[in-house]
Structure formats: structure tokens, C-alpha cells
């Protein structure tokens, strides 16, 4: 191939032709998987609902039931089980409370269960479940993970950072096409492979910001994990260590989830909601403290604070703001499923996912294809 | 032949759609039909280029097929 004048190829265009070829390569396969899961997950709301996962949202109601009754209910009817965390979300939700329980004695939130009930009765819901256990749990097991726990979340950042240099080495080796093809032409009649070739850099060229940017997040979420391993023993340890005091009982705490409700709204700027409560004696709180997330709108609706509330006397004893890379990672997750704009934006994701997933195929082929062709020139030569 | 677009076209494209996804996240409710848009700016643009060339496409096609050509 000649370069701009009829010249030689630059040592800069060959570089990024080598990375751009290479690392798509090693990244074909798994990403091929993480284009279909990532389809499937795209749509994970719609899926759980469908498969009965998560109730129906009976909608706002103004007469809610304190929140301690309906954990009073749950607690009624799994006496070996406490409360790890509630969840209120009035978006996606509206009317319903999420109350994720685990065994006494246990602090995993790995091994949760989640239950549901009605904000209006306090009456606990028939679904429940494991997240692990759902088809999309189990789709984003694999998506995320590859089924190896958090090493796995480390190979997946590792294939998202092969990607992202495949596309940034594209761009690079798209220059001579662009000067030679026009936007949106493909040069039929010439064999399957120039075709094949204007397809993938159109393609290439149309997806590049989505794939940016769903690259990315990928990749920092493949941090997911160890980032908040170190959060949860960097800053929150220390906020832990700091607000030590004698431990309460995790299942019946003396001040209830109404009392961490007000303490921390009260605490938190005008019109900020309460989102999640992590009971005490959890990973993410103290034996004697609640950890409340509360969150505003716009940006402040992904940055949430959280605030600690003592257990025993209902006081906040301190407001935390999550440090930068718990930010990002925050920040990442609506990025990357696209799961944040409703139905239109999951249709353009889909698009987009499926287009991606088309010029991965068509670039190995092309790879194969070339080499097919080099070696049936090279005996032909030597016959 | 007629040039293609550049690579610097393209990134500016990319950078629309980055600003549109981005955008929808974090701005407010009531600009989420523009962010949409921006987002899905490069598909429209592919799109539109594609639908331009098969209409150009048919019109040369029925232009070479007129019976004027056979004078």
C-alpha cells in the first residue's frame, strides 16, 4: 500500500495499522460475546419485569407506611435473615421498597436476597430472588466477570483497553481510505473485499463516539470492584475507625430506618432524596452507624453523599462525598448499559451494539482474507 | 474520485455523539429529545449518506435507461 503522494507508508500509519489489526484480533471472541450479552443487558429492565424478577410499581402514594414496618414484616417472615440495605427508588420503582437481606451473621452482599414491598401496606411482595439467579444476573455475570469473580472484572478491563486502541489506531489508519473512498460509498463490482472494507470503515466511522464512550466506561468498570475495596479501606475505613463505638443489634437497631430516613435528609442540601440504607454492621457501615446515600437531581443524581447515622441515637456523626475514582465508576454504569434515556436511547444502543458487533466479524474477515489471498499468491509463485 | 471525509470530520462527529450520550445523563429532562439527537447525529449522517447515494444511484440508472440515450 502507498501513502499520500504515491509514497511509501509512514512508520506512524504502520504502527497503528499493526495495533489496530492485533488488538482487534485478540479482542475478537470475547468481544463478540460482550456485544450479544451487552444486547440482552441492554434491556435487563424489561427482561426482569417480564420474567415476574421484579413487581409491577403500583405507583406514588401519599399515604406510605413508615419504612420500618415494612422491614418488620420481612423480618416476621425470615426470622433467620436481617436487613442488609433498603432501597428507594422512586424513578424506575415508584411506591415500591427494595429491601436486600442476607443471613444472620453474614456481611456479603454478594449473598443477598432481594425482596420487595409496597410502600402504601408495608406488605411484603411473592417476588424475590438472587440477582445471580436471574437470566440477566446470569448474562452479567458473564458480561462482566467471565465467571471469575473480580479477576474477571480485570480481564474484561483489559479486552475494553485492546478495543479502545483498536478504535483510536482506526481512526489513524482510516486517513488513506477516506482520501480515496467518499463518505458512504462502497465499491461494488471489485470483489467482496473492497466492499467488505468501505463497510467496515463506514461503520467504523458512523459508531466511533458510542464506542468510545462505551469503551471507556467498560474499562472502568472493569475496576469496579478493587475501586471500591479500596474506597471501603481507604476513606470509609477511616470514617469507620473514627466513629467507633459499642455495636448495636443489626436486626432491630434502636433507632429504626425512619429516624436514619429524617436524620440524613435533614443533613443533606434542599430537595436531595434518600436512596439506599446500609444497616449497620454491614461492609459499608459501622457496627453502630447507618451509611445513607442521598442523592439531588441532574449531575448531583449519580454523585450521591453519603451520610452516617448513629444507630443508637439517631445523630448524623458524618457527611462523605465519594471520592474521584468511585465517581467515575458511578458515572460509568448508566454510560456503558445505556440504560438511563428510555426506550429510545435503548434502541440506539442496540443499534449501535449490533453495527459494532458486525464490523468485528467483518474485520477478522478481512484479516483472514488477506492472508488468504498472500499465501495463494505465494504458491502460486513458487509452483 | 470525490474525497471521502476526513479523520478530523469524523472525530468531530464522534465528539457530538460523546456530547449527546454524556449530555442525556447528566443534563436536564426537558433538553433530552437534543441530547438524543446529538447522540445519534452519526447515524443519521451515515444514513443520510447512504439513502443520498441510492437515490443518485437510481437517477443515473433511469437517466442511461431513458430512450433519448439511443439518439
Given at each position: 500500500?502507498?501513502?499520500?503522494?504515491?509514497?511509501?507508508?509512514?512508520?506512524?500509519?504502520?504502527?497503528?495499522?499493526?495495533?489496530?489489526?492485533?488488538?482487534?484480533?485478540?479482542?475478537?471472541?470475547?468481544?463478540?460475546?460482550?456485544?450479544?450479552?451487552?444486547?440482552?443487558?441492554?434491556?435487563?429492565?424489561?427482561?426482569?419485569a417480564a420474567m415476574g424478577m421484579v413487581p409491577p410499581t403500583p405507583g406514588l402514594s401519599a399515604t406510605d407506611r413508615p419504612l420500618a414496618?415494612?422491614?418488620?414484616?420481612?423480618?416476621?417472615?425470615?426470622?433467620?435473615?436481617?436487613?442488609?440495605?433498603?432501597?428507594?427508588?422512586?424513578?424506575?420503582?415508584?411506591?415500591?421498597?427494595?429491601?436486600?437481606?442476607?443471613?444472620?451473621?453474614?456481611?456479603?452482599?454478594?449473598?443477598?436476597?432481594?425482596?420487595?414491598?409496597?410502600?402504601?401496606?408495608?406488605?411484603?411482595?411473592?417476588?424475590?430472588?438472587?440477582?445471580?439467579?436471574?437470566?440477566?444476573?446470569?448474562?452479567?455475570?458473564?458480561?462482566?466477570?467471565?465467571?471469575?469473580?473480580?479477576?474477571?472484572?480485570?480481564?474484561?478491563?483489559?479486552?475494553?483497553?485492546?478495543?479502545?486502541?483498536?478504535?483510536?489506531?482506526?481512526?489513524?489508519?482510516?486517513?488513506?481510505?477516506?482520501?480515496?473512498?467518499?463518505?458512504?460509498?462502497?465499491?461494488?463490482?471489485?470483489?467482496?473485499?473492497?466492499?467488505?472494507?468501505?463497510?467496515?470503515?463506514?461503520?467504523?466511522?458512523?459508531?466511533?463516539?458510542?464506542?468510545?464512550?462505551?469503551?471507556?466506561?467498560?474499562?472502568?468498570?472493569?475496576?469496579?470492584?478493587?475501586?471500591?475495596?479500596?474506597?471501603?479501606?481507604?476513606?470509609?475505613?477511616?470514617?469507620?475507625?473514627?466513629?467507633?463505638?459499642?455495636?448495636?443489634?443489626?436486626?432491630?437497631?434502636?433507632?429504626?430506618?425512619?429516624?436514619?430516613?429524617?436524620?440524613?435528609?435533614?443533613?443533606?442540601?434542599?430537595?436531595?432524596?434518600?436512596?439506599?440504607?446500609?444497616?449497620?454492621?454491614?461492609?459499608?457501615?459501622?457496627?453502630?452507624?447507618?451509611?445513607?446515600?442521598?442523592?439531588?437531581?441532574?449531575?448531583?443524581?449519580?454523585?450521591?453523599?453519603?451520610?452516617?447515622?448513629?444507630?443508637?441515637?439517631?445523630?448524623?456523626?458524618?457527611?462523605?462525598?465519594?471520592?474521584?475514582?468511585?465517581?467515575?465508576?458511578?458515572?460509568?454504569?448508566?454510560?456503558?448499559?445505556?440504560?438511563?434515556?428510555?426506550?429510545?436511547?435503548?434502541?440506539?444502543?442496540?443499534?449501535?451494539?449490533?453495527?459494532?458487533?458486525?464490523?468485528?466479524?467483518?474485520?477478522?474477515?478481512?484479516?483472514?482474507?488477506?492472508?488468504?489471498?498472500?499465501?495463494?499468491?505465494?504458491?502460486?509463485?513458487?509452483? | 474520485?470525490?474525497?471521502?471525509?476526513?479523520?478530523?470530520?469524523?472525530?468531530?462527529?464522534?465528539?457530538?455523539?460523546?456530547?449527546?450520550?454524556?449530555?442525556?445523563?447528566?443534563?436536564?429532562?426537558?433538553?433530552?429529545?437534543?441530547?438524543?439527537?446529538?447522540?445519534?447525529?452519526?447515524?443519521?449522517?451515515?444514513?443520510?449518506?447512504?439513502?443520498?447515494?441510492?437515490?443518485?444511484?437510481?437517477?443515473?440508472?433511469?437517466?442511461?435507461?431513458?430512450?433519448?440515450?439511443?439518439?
Amino acid at each position: 500500500m502507498t501513502g499520500k503522494n504515491g509514497k511509501a507508508p509512514s512508520r506512524w500509519y504502520r504502527a497503528n495499522l499493526w495495533l489496530h489489526r492485533w488488538a482487534s484480533l485478540v479482542a475478537t471472541l470475547p468481544f463478540l460475546m460482550l456485544c450479544l450479552t451487552g444486547t440482552v443487558l441492554i434491556f435487563h429492565e424489561e427482561i426482569d419485569a417480564a420474567m415476574g424478577m421484579v413487581p409491577p410499581t403500583p405507583g406514588l402514594s401519599a399515604t406510605d407506611r413508615p419504612l420500618a414496618e415494612s422491614v418488620d414484616t420481612v423480618l416476621a417472615a425470615h426470622p433467620d435473615e436481617k436487613v442488609a440495605l433498603v432501597g428507594i427508588d422512586t424513578n424506575d420503582h415508584p411506591g415500591l421498597l427494595l429491601l436486600a437481606t442476607v443471613r444472620n451473621g453474614d456481611t456479603n452482599f454478594d449473598r443477598t436476597t432481594l425482596r420487595f414491598t409496597h410502600l402504601a401496606s408495608a406488605k411484603l411482595l411473592d417476588q424475590s430472588g438472587r440477582e445471580d439467579g436471574t437470566l440477566t444476573g446470569f448474562l452479567l455475570e458473564l458480561h462482566a466477570q467471565w465467571f471469575m469473580g473480580p479477576i474477571g472484572e480485570l480481564v474484561g478491563a483489559l479486552i475494553a483497553l485492546l478495543v479502545l486502541v483498536s478504535l483510536l489506531s482506526g481512526l489513524v489508519v482510516y486517513a488513506p481510505h477516506a482520501r480515496r473512498v467518499a463518505f458512504g460509498a462502497f465499491r461494488r463490482g471489485r470483489g467482496p473485499r473492497l466492499v467488505q472494507l468501505d463497510l467496515h470503515n463506514f461503520i467504523g466511522a458512523v459508531v466511533l463516539g458510542w464506542a468510545l464512550v462505551v469503551t471507556l466506561t467498560g474499562f472502568l468498570l472493569g475496576f469496579g470492584t478493587l475501586a471500591t475495596g479500596l474506597w471501603a479501606q481507604g476513606e470509609l475505613g477511616r470514617v469507620q475507625q473514627q466513629f467507633q463505638g459499642a455495636p448495636v443489634d443489626p436486626r432491630h437497631p434502636p433507632v429504626d430506618a425512619d429516624g436514619a430516613y429524617r436524620a440524613a435528609l435533614a443533613a443533606a442540601p434542599q430537595g436531595w432524596a434518600v436512596t439506599s440504607i446500609f444497616w449497620p454492621g454491614t461492609d459499608y457501615s459501622t457496627g453502630r452507624h447507618y451509611t445513607v446515600l442521598v442523592n439531588g437531581s441532574g449531575l448531583d443524581e449519580k454523585l450521591f453523599r453519603a451520610v452516617l447515622v448513629d444507630a443508637a441515637t439517631g445523630k448524623v456523626a458524618a457527611t462523605a462525598e465519594m471520592p474521584w475514582y468511585m465517581k467515575a465508576i458511578t458515572l460509568s454504569q448508566p454510560l456503558h448499559f445505556g440504560d438511563y434515556g428510555g426506550l429510545p436511547l435503548k434502541l440506539l444502543w442496540t443499534a449501535c451494539t449490533w453495527l459494532t458487533l458486525f464490523i468485528t466479524g467483518n474485520g477478522a474477515w478481512l484479516w483472514w482474507d488477506r492472508r488468504r489471498s498472500r499465501r495463494r499468491k505465494l504458491t502460486e509463485a513458487t509452483a | 474520485m470525490m474525497r471521502g471525509w476526513p479523520r478530523g470530520r469524523i472525530a468531530l462527529l464522534a465528539l457530538v455523539s460523546i456530547t449527546g450520550i454524556v449530555g442525556m445523563l447528566l443534563g436536564d429532562g426537558a433538553w433530552d429529545w437534543l441530547f438524543l439527537a446529538l447522540a445519534a447525529l452519526p447515524l443519521l449522517i451515515g444514513g443520510a449518506a447512504l439513502a443520498a447515494r441510492h437515490v443518485r444511484a437510481a437517477i443515473l440508472k433511469r437517466c442511461d435507461n431513458h430512450p433519448a440515450g439511443d439518439y
